[in-house]
Nanobody, 122 residues
Framework: QVQLEESGGGLAQAGGSLRLSCAAS????????MAWFRQAPGKQRELVSA????????DYADSVKGRFTASVDNVKNTVYLQMNSLKPEDTAVYFC???????????????WGQGTQVTVSS
């Protein structure tokens, strides 16, 4: 079992920045790939980004390309999401997720964090 814990959410103004962190209790084969999802009120959960602990190539939703950057720290077992040029439409609960493949983490992750709220004011 892998526990994921997000942190770093909060309130930001439009144009501002926030950095989310997701600490994994351990790394296993089943959690080799990590992703960030978000869910805004009344909307479906959507994929924001995906990255591997070893394969550090990244995938991003079109809506965040050029503004958000995912990264990993293998020593700290932590994944980050740097969010710049924030917009009010980025307001959502952000979730960290993990799975054993890039495809799985993007479509049906095995593990989920509890989420952290991000609110962007205009």
């Amino acid at each position: 079992q892998v526990q994921l814990e997000e942190s770093g959410g909060g309130l930001a103004q439009a144009g501002g920045s926030l950095r989310l962190s997701c600490a994994a209790s351990r790394r296993t084969f089943s959690s080799e790939y990590m992703a960030w999802f978000r869910q805004a009120p009344g909307k479906q959960r959507e994929l924001v980004s995906a990255i591997g602990w070893t394969d550090r190539s990244t995938d991003y939703a079109d809506s965040v390309k050029g503004r958000f950057t995912a990264s990993v720290d293998n020593v700290k077992n932590t994944v980050y999401l740097q969010m710049n040029s924030l917009k009010p439409e980025d307001t959502a609960v952000y979730f960290c997720a993990a799975a054993n493949s890039r495809l799985a983490v993007m479509r049906s992750p095995h593990y989920w964090g509890q989420g952290t709220q991000v609110t962007v004011s205009s």
